[in-house]
C-alpha cells in the first residue's frame, strides 16, 4: 500500500490497521514480562542500559540528526555504520524513519501530522499512529537523497533482521557466560530479556516521548508554528532530542541544546566523532538564532512568528 498523502485523513478514526506492527509491538512488550522468572544480575542490568545508550544514540544522532537533517556529512561506510545501529532499535528501517520525520516537519501540528498530540491525543502520538496501514510503507519522494544507496534500500527491506541477531547474539552470550564464568549469576535467557526486550521498550519509549511529551508539555523558547516545547526530562532520556522547540526553530543544527546548560549527550559524541574525522561539516545554530532567543521562554511569553527560522533539509 502506498504511503499516505497530505490529502488522505490521518486521524485516528476510520483507520486501517498494521497488525504486523500491532504484532511485533505486543511482541517485545510481552517478553519483557519475563523478566520475572530470567531474575536479574548486575552483568544483564549493565547491558541493557549499554543497549539502550547506544541505540538511544543511533536514532538521535543517527536516524534524525544525519538522515532527517543532513546535520553533519560523513562517509559512505559510516553512514552505514549509523544505519545499521538504528535499524536495532527496531524501528524499521533509515529510509522509512527518515521520510516519516521529514513529512511531520512539513505538516508539524496541523490536520496533516501524522503523530501530533494537539490534533489527535497523547497516546496517538505517543505510538497509535505507527499501527496505522496508511504509514507503513516509505515514501521515496522524501528520501531522494538517500533512496540510491543499496545498503539503506537493503536495511529498509529487511529491518527485522538486525534486531533478530542481537537478540540471537545477546542469547548466546548469556549461554557462554552462564557456562563459564557462573560467578555473574546470569543466563541466555536473562540476557535477552534484559538486553533485548526491555532495553529495547525503554528506547521506544523514550523516542516516543518527543512526538507526545515534547510538543505537550515544557518550554518554549521560540514562536514556531507548531506547539514543539522543551522538556528537560525527554532531553535527558533521549540524549539532547527533548530539546524540541529549539529543533523546530533551527532544524539543521547538530546541537539540539543552544546552551550549555542544555544538556545534549548526543551532540557530545557527534563533536567527538568530529575531531576524530569520523563526521564533518557540524551545522550549528547562526547568529540570528542567539539574538532572537531570550534566555527564559514560557509558553505565555513567545516571539512574533517572523523570528521563527525553520531550515528544512
Not at 532520556?237 to 533551527?250: I, R
Amino acid at each position: 500500500m502506498p504511503y499516505s498523502t497530505c490529502t488522505e485523513p490521518r486521524s485516528p478514526s476510520g483507520q486501517q490497521w498494521d497488525y504486523l506492527a500491532i504484532t511485533q509491538f505486543i511482541f517485545f512488550h510481552l517478553g519483557c514480562l519475563f523478566v520475572f522468572s530470567a531474575g536479574i544480575s548486575w552483568v544483564a542490568v549493565s547491558t541493557c542500559l549499554i543497549f539502550y545508550c547506544l541505540r538511544i544514540f543511533a536514532i538521535g544522532g543517527g536516524y534524525h540528526r544525519y538522515f532527517a537533517h543532513r546535520s553533519f556529512k560523513t562517509s559512505r561506510v559510516f553512514q552505514f555504520v549509523l544505519a545499521f545501529l538504528g535499524t536495532l532499535a527496531y524501528q524499521k528501517g533509515p529510509l522509512w524513519w527518515t521520510a516519516i520525520h521529514r513529512y511531520h516537519h512539513l505538516h508539524a501540528d496541523t490536520e496533516d501530522d501524522i503523530h501530533s498530540p494537539v490534533r489527535d491525543g497523547f497516546w496517538w502520538s505517543h505510538c497509535g499512529w505507527i499501527f496505522s496501514l496508511r504509514n507503513r510503507e516509505t515514501n521515496e519522494k522524501m528520501v531522494a537523497n538517500f533512496k540510491q544507496y543499496s545498503e539503506l534500500r537493503l536495511l529498509d527491506n529487511f529491518y527485522p533482521l538486525p534486531p533478530l541477531i542481537l537478540a540471537a547474539s545477546l542469547y548466546l552470550l548469556g549461554v557462554m557466560l552462564e557456562r563459564f564464568i557462573p560467578d555473574l549469576h546470569t543466563s541466555g535467557v536473562q540476557m535477552l530479556i534484559w538486553g533485548f526486550f526491555i532495553s529495547t521498550a525503554l528506547v521506544h519509549h523514550a523516542v516516543y516521548s518527543v512526538n507526545s511529551i515534547a510538543h505537550s508539555f515544557g518550554s518554549r523558547r521560540f514562536d514556531t508554528p507548531d506547539k514543539s516545547r522543551n522538556n528537560i526530562l525527554v532531553a535527558l532520556l533521549t540524549f539532547g532530542e527533548g530539546w524540541h522547540n529549539n529543533h523546530h526553530h533551527y532544524q539543521r543544527s547538530a546541537r539540539q541544546g543552544f546552551y550549555w546548560w542544555e544538556i545534549d549527550i548526543t551532540h557530545y559524541v557527534l563533536k567527538c566523532l568530529s575531531y576524530l574525522g569520523v563526521i564533518w561539516d557540524l551545522q550549528a545554530p547562526s547568529e540570528r538564532v542567539y539574538q532572537v532567543a531570550p534566555f527564559h521562554k514560557t509558553v505565555d511569553q513567545a516571539l512574533p512568528l517572523s523570528a521563527s527560522e525553520e531550515l528544512m533539509p
